[in-house]
């Protein structure tokens, strides 16, 4: 068990909190991020990345952020493997503790603890998630090579997912609720042209099925909204891409958050309703954008330092 003391304390490892640290660091500001349960954050699990400024060839996630943290260990940012698991913003200095039994006490603190998938809830789900249900393709993808699998969702990350996913599947299954995506043009126009994905519009999972034994998916049941026809189909996985949740709870009882749960911060601000704490990146603000995080976190840094 150790007691670290900062002036600056960055909660989280993804682009909003690597780049906070990058301006602390630079700053000459005593500072110290400590990573959460998945360094690097969500971007590591992203498979292509070709919007973010300053790099003429696609990028994968996981390289993007091993760049970022490169360049924060070159600038002296100091990262610590641990998880803040409670936060006391009641005194001041804050004290936070971590899952490791460290505590952190520190003048400011930057929260940046991104924002967490959704599943759909179903008992069934829950039962065979690590065993055929993911969230993940760039991560799980390569386990069903040949194989038919399902995508559910409409938006940017089913249909990121589904066109990765074809690298090694011979079928991808989308599930939609809806008769339109809410995904970009480029997305839609390549997932159009792919004629390894079949859409099925309107509707929605209402089971997974398996085996026990090895517990393994080997289909799930469909529905249609709006005729409710019903439909077996056999796929080995199902990928859940129904959007995200901010990583919020640990703040509720001291921070205003919206009726998304996202951290209400100050007009053309990241600071929040207590001095001193600030917020950035996914957790404020619904975008999952790497370069909002990043411009998020560069602000929230800046404005930190000023008050320090
Ligand atoms: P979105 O919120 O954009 O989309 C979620 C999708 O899941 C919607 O189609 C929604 O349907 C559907 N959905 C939600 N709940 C359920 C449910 N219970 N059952 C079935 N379907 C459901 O989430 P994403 O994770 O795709 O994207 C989040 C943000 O991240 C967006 O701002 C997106 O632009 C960004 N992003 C950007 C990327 C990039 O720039 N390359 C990559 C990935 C994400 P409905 O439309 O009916 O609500």
Request: aromatic share 10%; net charge neutral.
């Amino acid at each position: 068990m150790a007691e670290y003391k900062s002036d600056l304390l960055i909660i989280g490892s993804g682009p909003a909190g690597y780049t906070a640290g990058i301006y602390a660091a630079r700053a000459g500001v005593k500072s110290l991020i400590v990573a959460g349960a998945q360094k690097g954050g969500q971007l590591i699990k992203s498979s292509e990345v070709e919007n973010f400024p300053g790099f003429t060839e696609v990028i994968s996630g996981y390289d993007l952020m091993h760049r970022i943290h490169k360049q924060a260990m070159n600038l002296g940012v100091h990262l610590i493997d641990d998880e803040i698991t409670e936060v006391d913003f009641y005194d001041h200095p804050f004290v936070c503790s971590s899952a490791s039994g460290n505590s952190f006490m520190s003048k400011s603190i930057i929260i940046a603890t991104g924002a967490s998938v959704n599943w759909l809830g179903l008992p069934s789900e829950r039962k065979y998630i690590g065993h055929g249900v993911s969230s993940c393709a760039t991560c799980d993808g390569f386990f069903y090579k040949g194989k038919e699998v399902a995508v559910v969702g409409g938006g940017n990350s089913a249909l990121e997912q589904a066109l990765y996913l074809t690298n090694y599947v011979e079928k991808v299954y989308l599930i939609h609720r809806r008769h339109s995506f809410n995904a970009e043009h480029a997305l839609q126009k390549r997932l159009f042209e792919n004629r390894k994905i079949t859409i099925f519009w309107n509707n929605v999972v209402d089971e997974i099925v398996g085996t026990e034994e090895p517990l393994e998916v080997t289909g799930i049941r469909i529905r249609n909204v709006k005729s409710d026809k019903k439909k077996f189909l056999d796929v080995a996985g199902v990928f859940v891409a129904i959007g995200h949740h901010p990583n919020t709870e640990m703040f509720r009882r001291y921070l205003q958050l919206d009726a998304g749960g996202y951290i209400i911060t100050k007009p053309k601000s990241n600071a929040t309703d207590i001095k001193g704490v600030y917020a950035a990146g996914d957790v404020c603000n619904p975008y999952r954008q790497a370069i909002i995080a990043a411009g998020c976190g560069a602000r929230a840094a800046l404005e930190a330092i000023r008050e320090l």
